[in-house]
């Protein structure tokens, strides 16, 4: 049984940092892009960040380039993101995501994705 476990969220203001881990078991991690997307109140689930198999190539979406940064370590079966300069339209349940071919496939799109944890709220004070 696939589990993505996120931890790491929290309440933080404007300007701070927070790392969000996620743990995986029941799958081979290092055959699996990895993901973290965001979803707030009454809206869609977004796409955060991607990083490839081995780690070599990552994708961001514009509102976090430059302040967010996503890792793996696939000796531990994990993914990081690490959050600085939060915003408050940071603010919602951030959720980690595996996918076999997402880098391939679209690394932003939800549907590219095989399995998701259950998420780790995020919320930034102004």
């Known amino acids: 049984q696939v589990q993505l476990v996120e931890s790491g969220g929290g309440l933080v203001q404007a300007g701070g940092s927070l790392r969000l881990s996620c743990a995986a078991s029941?799958?081979?991690?290092?055959?699996?892009?990895m993901g973290w997307f965001r979803q707030a109140p009454g809206k869609e689930r977004e796409f955060v960040a991607a990083?490839?198999?081995?780690?070599?190539?990552?994708f961001y979406a514009d509102s976090v380039k430059g302040r967010f940064t996503i890792s793996r370590d696939n000796a531990k079966n994990s993914v990081f993101l690490q959050l600085a300069n939060l915003k408050p339209e940071d603010t919602a349940v951030y959720y980690c995501?595996?996918?076999?071919?997402?880098?391939?496939?679209?690394?932003?799109?939800?549907?590219?994705?095989?399995?998701w944890g259950q998420g780790t709220q995020v919320t930034v004070s102004s």
């Open positions: 995501a595996a996918g076999r071919s997402a880098v391939v496939t679209g690394p932003g799109r939800v549907v590219n994705y095989d399995y």
């Open positions: 029941g799958l081979t991690f290092s055959n699996y892009d």
């Open positions: 990083i490839s198999r081995r780690g070599v190539t990552t």
